[in-house]
Antibody, heavy 118, light 110 residues
Framework: QVQLVQSGAEVKKPGASVKVSCKAS????????VNWVRQATGQGLEWMGW????????GYAQKFHGRVTFTRNTSISTAYMELSSLRSEDTAIYYC???????????WGQGTLVTVSS | QSALTQPASVSGSPGQSITISCTGT?????????VSWYQQHPGKAPKFMIS???NRPSGISNRFSGSKSGNTASLTISGLQAEDEADYYC??????????FGGGTKLTVL
């Protein structure tokens, strides 16, 4: 069965960077795009961007341009999201999700809580 | 890119039908048939419910249906059940090759 397992919670200071991992199993990792979505406490979903694990091509929401980087390691079927210059407003749960239907995320990771606090 | 507009909350009694709207622009909802819907229970990851406006993946009850007219997409849940109580989000592909979500709608089953 398809599973996306994310790394554990992180606490970071303002100005630092965080890197969240997302390990895929149950399907061919390079066959589907991966989206990253975040959700601040009590707030809605916010799309951050996508990555094609086969080519490494990426696309980022304008809001995060220059601060976020998506990478992957195909040998271990893992996608990564790195967000830099963290500020308190970046405190949120970060999700990875597989794109299994046209522009639709059919499987989601369990989420990774990133807390930014001095 | 502004978020798609959803009502903050809707409610219905068991057995009734409700509809959640998702209003965008002619640069997103109105331009593409790439509207998706997700269900999220408290403390859980979102769950994929509908793709391409009205396509239900296997395993999703036929009580859930989607449609679109112009710049507004809709999710209808018929035969409301207690377990349908959750937050619902729409999303759409945009002319900027990005994805935008709605603000979310809290469904209360009375």
């Amino acid at each position: 069965q398809v599973q996306l397992v994310q790394s554990g919670a992180e606490v970071k200071k303002p100005g630092a960077s965080v890197k969240v991992s997302c390990k895929a199993s149950g399907y061919i990792f390079t066959s589907n795009d991966v989206n990253w979505v975040r959700q601040a406490t009590g707030q809605g979903l916010e799309w951050m961007g996508w990555m094609n694990p086969n080519s490494g091509n990426t696309g980022y929401a304008q809001k995060f341009h220059g601060r976020v980087t998506f990478t992957r390691n195909t040998s271990i079927s893992t996608a990564y999201m790195e967000l830099s210059s963290l500020r308190s407003e970046d405190t949120a749960i970060y999700y990875c999700a597989r794109v299994g239907a046209p522009v639709a995320a059919d499987y989601w990771g369990q989420g990774t809580l990133v807390t930014v606090s001095s | 890119q502004s978020a798609l507009t959803q009502p903050a909350s809707v409610s219905g009694s068991p057995g009734q039908s409700i509809t959640i709207s998702c209003t965008g622009t002619n640069s997103d909802v109105g331009a593409f048939n790439y509207v998706s819907w997700y269900q999220q229970h408290p403390g859980k990851a979102p769950k994929f419910m509908i793709s391409e406006v009205s396509n239900r993946p296997s395993g999703i009850s036929n009580r859930f249906s989607g449609s679109k007219s112009g710049n507004t997409a809709s999710l209808t849940i018929s035969g409301l059940q207690a377990e349908d109580e959750a937050d619902y989000y729409c999303s759409s592909y945009t002319s900027s090759s990005t994805v935008v979500f709605g603000g979310g709608t809290k469904l209360t089953v009375l």
